[in-house]
């Protein structure tokens, strides 16, 4: 079905590659959308594969979102802080990567974003 909605595991791929490259910088260029042509033209990594590169490089992904929050600063208007299971990622981290990874043409726009659970 065709939906701006994401599962659960999507999202979870998005941070596992956020958490990838901020371990690994060199891995940016694998870690595009699945469903287009890399720009790179290097390989993409299925969620499968950042996740055992992950492992790998000594860190812990995780599977699915049991729990998710977002700060923002109101007078500036932006959001400031992601919290997925606990963790805490920058808002404008968060973003970028989202923006590479998630599928279709979902992409957040501006600066001030927020998510919901379906």
């Known amino acids: 079905a065709n939906t701006a909605w994401l599962k ?5 791929d998005i941070v596992n590659t956020l958490m990838l490259v901020k371990r690994d910088p060199t891995t940016a260029e ?4 699945t469903d287009k042509s890399n ?10 594969k ?3 590169e992950l492992r790998n490089k000594g860190g812990t992904p ?3 979102i049991s729990d998710i ?7 500036s208007g932006k959001s400031t802080t992601v919290t997925i299971n606990g963790q805490g ?11 590479l990874r998630a599928p279709a043409n979902i992409q957040i726009v501006g600066p001030l974003f927020n998510v919901e659970r379906q």
């Open 30 to 33: 694998n870690l595009y959308q």
């Open 50 to 52: 950042v996740k055992e």
């Open 69 to 75: 929050s977002i700060s923002a600063d109101f007078g």
């Open 89 to 99: 990622f920058s808002a404008a981290e968060f973003k970028d990567r989202f923006n």
């Open 62 to 64: 995780i599977d699915s």
């Open 8 to 12: 659960s595991e999507e999202v979870a």
């Open 39 to 48: 720009p790179a033209g290097k390989e993409t990594w299925s969620a499968d």
